[in-house]
């Protein structure tokens, strides 16, 4: 039987579009957790653990994602655990939500969702963001890609890059692949400078394209039934999905390379892998 965690505390409500809230839980860590009903869709829950864990399978840089059991009790002692819907607030619902390790929080030093160019450069684990393009590509993030800055010393400059917000991934609530060259990408394009080859994405690539569809579905069994609504047949096809596209992964990271964005001006491979050919745009592989 699995066991979870609970919230023991509600510390505050959290900036975007899943008005996600800062709780802490009995294990004595802090978690970014979203619940059942917040404003976008229930089936993000199980995007961000899904897709996170798959990251981690990558050897991404990622919060660790665990089911967090949110008592009646604590929301009804919390007066902010609501939603602002429109022009009216909800109460968010008890029960297991997703929560999502709150990075920083045993640092003495700042963190930032955010950083100018001059200090991206800088950041310690710069090159991971082409290997997270990996797993964007892969599960069609239809967000562009999120991060946080933290630095362990506040008299340190350089920080270190933890990725997060997997909730978009799949086309979000749609849960299809339909491939556009610029989703799931940073913002920035000095973060993709150094890239100058497929050497760049490794070893996130070798392990994205070699992973089977066993280890796959260990990252999707023990998600709770109530967050993809019982649907197993739509979460099968999904993780159907998930292992045929694995060998597209280098076309989508190449249609993103040959964008109007031009996100790798210092590509120097022309090996056999380095020209990958182009991905139809505008078929979608439904699941319904």
């Given at each position: 039987?699995?066991?979870?965690?609970?919230?023991?505390?509600?510390?505050?409500?959290?900036?975007?579009?899943?008005?996600?809230?800062?709780?802490?839980?009995?294990?004595?860590?802090?978690?970014?957790?979203?619940?059942?009903?917040?404003?976008?869709?229930?089936?993000?829950?199980?995007?961000?653990?899904?897709?996170?864990?798959?990251?981690?399978?990558?050897?991404?840089?990622?919060?660790?994602?665990?089911?967090?059991?949110?008592?009646?009790?604590?929301?009804?002692?919390?007066?902010?655990?609501?939603?602002?819907?429109?022009?009216?607030?909800?109460?968010?619902?008890?029960?297991?939500?997703?929560?999502?390790?709150?990075?920083?929080?045993?640092?003495?030093?700042?963190?930032?969702?955010?950083?100018?160019?001059?200090?991206?450069?800088?950041?310690?684990?710069?090159?991971?963001?082409a290997r997270v393009l990996v797993l964007d590509k892969w599960t069609n993030n239809s967000d562009g890609r999120q991060a946080v800055f933290c630095?362990?010393?506040?008299?340190?400059?350089?920080?270190?890059?933890?990725?997060?917000?997997?909730?978009?991934?799949?086309?979000?609530?749609?849960?299809?692949?339909?491939?556009?060259?610029?989703?799931?990408?940073?913002?920035?394009?000095?973060?993709?400078?150094?890239?100058?080859?497929?050497?760049?994405?490794?070893?996130?690539?070798?392990?994205?394209?070699?992973?089977?569809?066993?280890?796959?579905?260990?990252?999707?069994?023990?998600?709770?039934?109530?967050?993809?609504?019982?649907?197993?047949?739509?979460?099968?096809?999904?993780?159907?999905?998930?292992?045929?596209?694995?060998?597209?992964?280098?076309?989508?990271?190449?249609?993103?390379?040959?964008?109007?964005?031009?996100?790798?001006?210092?590509?120097?491979?022309?090996?056999?892998?380095?020209?990958?050919?182009?991905?139809?745009?505008?078929e979608a592989v439904t699941i319904r």
């Amino acid at each position: 039987m699995n066991t979870f965690i609970s919230a023991v505390q509600h510390l505050r409500p959290l900036r975007g579009g899943a008005q996600s809230h800062l709780l802490k839980a009995s294990d004595g860590n802090c978690y970014v957790t979203k619940f059942q009903n917040n404003p976008q869709h229930i089936r993000v829950l199980v995007n961000e653990m899904f897709a996170t864990r798959l990251g981690l399978q990558l050897g991404l840089p990622m919060p660790k994602v665990e089911v967090i059991e949110v008592s009646d009790w604590l929301i009804q002692h919390s007066p902010e655990l609501r939603f602002q819907l429109a022009s009216q607030q909800a109460m968010c619902k008890s029960g297991k939500q997703l929560g999502s390790l709150y990075v920083g929080q045993s640092g003495s030093g700042l963190s930032f969702d955010s950083l100018p160019n001059d200090r991206l450069r800088n950041v310690l684990n710069l090159s991971d963001f082409a290997r997270v393009l990996v797993l964007d590509k892969w599960t069609n993030n239809s967000d562009g890609r999120q991060a946080v800055f933290c630095r362990e010393r506040v008299a340190s400059r350089r920080y270190t890059a933890t990725f997060i917000d997997q909730g978009y991934c799949f086309s979000a609530s749609e849960w299809t692949f339909l491939d556009y060259p610029l989703r799931g990408v940073y913002a920035s394009n000095c973060v993709y400078e150094g890239v100058s080859g497929w050497d760049a994405f490794e070893p996130a690539l070798t392990r994205a394209e070699s992973i089977d569809t066993e280890s796959i579905w260990r990252c999707a069994a023990d998600i709770p039934e109530e967050w993809y609504e019982g649907d197993r047949e739509n979460l099968e096809r999904l993780v159907e999905g998930l292992s045929k596209r694995r060998q597209v992964i280098r076309n989508l990271i190449g249609d993103f390379r040959r964008s109007t964005r031009n996100p790798f001006p210092n590509w120097r491979d022309y090996g056999s892998r380095s020209l990958p050919g182009f991905v139809k745009h505008g078929e979608a592989v439904t699941i319904r």
